[in-house]
């Protein structure tokens, strides 16, 4: 059993999924591990809530608590000046560790820490995205590209979510990177109940409705309005085509002012296990624009519909298109191919063997694999030094 501390690159809310959230839980059936944990922002992602969750984290006592099989871990954050975080952070991450060693860290944070150089334990660099905004040479972007820089070097492993951020590691950085999917919980989506889905459908007022769906957070880079445009469309041929979009946004309000009308519905932030949203769908969608970003990224959501048993039509991002599901339906954002992929999608009836495409997805699978890539890279050290 080792002792692990895992700094997620985002806070971790109680139904959201984040990457080393996730990973945490499922490490954390045979393991000791330490989730760091921060607020941010509460609510809508507006500067007045943002300042709200940047002063509490400021003001916060150090404790370590117990929920679930984790130890949830809190101390003084800092969010700005930007210069000044990661060296304050790092302070108060360095007393943690003197009190409570461990034998592996997971840093997902980009730039709030600088991990030590001389340590006693395993630092894993984790990266999620594309660090930094390339096409925008702002003072944010060059600051986040000089700490990534330094943490790299550092690190004894550089986990990355794609197989786009490895080759971008190696190019940029001149380090070797690891390929560490995100994953779902298999046993969980699998597990959801007919009843569980009903009382969704009842919730909604869903019942013989056919549900295109989105479930995550509904950011700018999500097509909103092409999709309103794409289900006017559809209606006319499947009067009963809805449109549900799961997830918060940066004003779920205004959206759902301006696009929510009949057959569209925004449910803002999901307070509840998200599992049974994945059953209640026909088909999930991920209306991504396609740039450097999106390309970069692994979306968990294509894992998760799948994994439900559900169709998904996407638009053409690099890894929706590497990993080649049999039941994703990859286009371009012109409304005739939206509604020509939904339309084949409805008529298409599930493989039974799609039902293994998910195998090597599951979060214990990826833990497995994660841990042994560490171990492999602390023999290689072993080696060097004797």
Known sequence: MSKILVIPHHP???ATKIRLGELAKFLSLDNEVYLFNWIA???EYTFKNRLKGALK????????YKKFNLNIVEFPVLHRPLKLVPLYNSFWLK???EKNPVDIVINGSYYMFHIAGKRNFSYVFDIADLPMDEENNNFFSRFIDSVVKKEVKKADVISVVSHGLVDYVGSKYRQKADF???GADLERIRAVKNSDVAKLKEKYNLKDKWIIGYIGYIGDW????FMSKVLKELKKKIPDACLLWIGSAPNTAKLSNVYAHDGVIFTGAINEEIEPYFKLLDVGIIPHVKCLFQDMAFHIKLIEYTAAGKMVVSSPITEVLRINFPNVRAVDFEVDLWVKALLDSRNTSWDQLWDNLTQ???WKNICR???NIIEREKSKNVSVQT
Do not use: C, S, T
Not at 57 to 64: C, E, H
Not at 222 to 225: I, K, L, T
């Open 12 to 14: 971790v809310g109680e």
């Open 41 to 43: 922002a509460e609510g």
């Open 57 to 64: 984290d400021i003001l916060k006592k150090q404790r370590i």
């Open 95 to 97: 007393r943690f560790l």
């Open 180 to 182: 560490v999917p995100n």
């Open 222 to 225: 999500v097509e909103v309005e």
């Open 360 to 362: 090597d997805y599951g």
């Open 369 to 371: 694999n994660f841990l």
